[in-house]
């Protein structure tokens, strides 16, 4: 008996054989970097206004807003590929 070829069409996703994590989406990096930034930027403004920007009504809290931002960025570099 002839043995018959696959017709199926190659797959142009990389392969897994290896058992590593499929790399990130494309928009996590720019997220990743854009979450960092904005919470630098929230406390720069909070300093350079002098208190009163962002948000007036947080007052001291506008540092620990920033700084939380900013975490969810670093966090995000736990999952970065």
Do not use: D, H
Request: aromatic fraction near 14%; hydrophobic fraction near 45%; charge should be positive.
């Amino acid at each position: 008996m002839a043995r018959t070829k696959s017709k199926s069409k190659p797959s142009r996703e990389p392969e897994q054989s290896s058992g590593e994590p499929a790399p990130n989406a494309v928009w996590f990096k720019p997220v990743m970097f854009g979450f960092m930034l904005l919470g630098l930027a929230w406390i720069i403004v909070y300093y350079l206004s002098g208190t009163v920007l962002p948000v007036q009504s947080l007052g001291p809290w506008n540092i620990l807003v920033g700084f939380g931002i900013a975490f969810i960025g670093f966090l995000m570099t736990t999952r970065w590929r």
